[in-house]
T-cell receptor, first 110, second 116 residues
Framework: DQQVKQNSPSLSVQEGRISILNCDYT??????FLWYKKYPAEGPTFLIS?????DKNEDGRFTVFLNKSAKHLSLHIVPSQPGDSAVYFC?????????FGGGTRLMVKP | GAGVSQSPSNKVTEKGKDVELRCDPI?????LYWYRQSLGQGLEFLIY????????KSGLPSDRFSAERTGGSVSTLTIQRTQQEDSAVYLC??????????????FGDGTRLSIL
């Protein structure tokens, strides 16, 4: 039973537009969330995180929004760039492990 | 190097053989994690170390899997009597200790394991 779900396996966006990547979770005890980006043949790279005491965290072009009542978080990338094309994973804790979603492949078209 | 180093980068072996995968974490990182990613799947947590201790081994898929860490640094993941379903990319990550799970994890590039 997946506790963290990314229901869109892929997303295609035009360069310069906004990319919105979504993630849903089922465990209300999760109190910290992270987004990772993964290029082919490389390990995931940490992007941005958010604590459950916040509803928004921003870092440059990347903003993560958390809606605890809906158990939903999203990653916004504005403006999207071709170099953003990668697989994006959301992840959640606590527990004694980091639980990852299945990933969303983002393709940003020039 | 400055990042997490994993070796080998690729490993092809016959079913039934044992394999050993190595992870060199970032210097000073006391927490170390193993994950695997099977084809078309997300990241599956296997085990983590705080120092040389592994508080939770429940993520290991079977008793054919074991891991150890010595000197608070290098870790090895051993798979005995490999099966075809063990084929995956095995990823290692490390982070600063303390509240390890709340620290961003830094990943290596993984070992791609193929069982023939």
């Amino acid at each position: 039973d997946q506790q963290v779900k990314q229901n869109s396996p892929s997303l295609s966006v035009q360069e310069g537009r906004i990319s919105i990547l979504n993630c849903d979770y089922t465990n209300s005890m999760f109190d910290y969330f992270l987004w990772y980006k993964k290029y082919p043949a490389e390990g995931p790279t940490f992007l941005i995180s958010i604590s459950s005491i916040k509803d928004k965290n921003e870092d440059g072009r990347f903003t993560v929004f958390l809606n605890k009542s809906a158990k939903h978080l999203s990653l916004h990338i504005v403006p999207s760039q071709p170099g953003d094309s990668a697989v994006y994973f959301c992840a959640a804790i606590p527990g004694n492990m980091l639980t990852f979603g299945g990933g969303t492949r983002l393709m940003v078209k020039p | 190097g400055a990042g997490v180093s994993q070796s080998p980068s690729n490993k092809v072996t016959e079913k039934g053989k044992d394999v050993e995968l190595r992870c060199d974490p970032i210097s000073g990182h006391t927490a170390l994690y193993w994950y695997r990613q099977s084809l078309g799947q997300g990241l599956e947590f296997l085990i983590y170390f705080q120092g040389n201790s592994a508080p939770d081994k429940s993520g290991l898929p079977s008793d054919r899997f074991s891991a150890e860490r010595t000197g608070g640094s290098v870790s090895t993941l051993t798979i005995q009597r490999t099966q075809q379903e063990d084929s995956a990319v095995y990823l290692c990550a490390s982070s600063l200790g303390g509240q390890g799970w709340y620290q961003p994890q830094h990943f290596g590039d993984g070992t791609r394991l193929s069982i023939l």
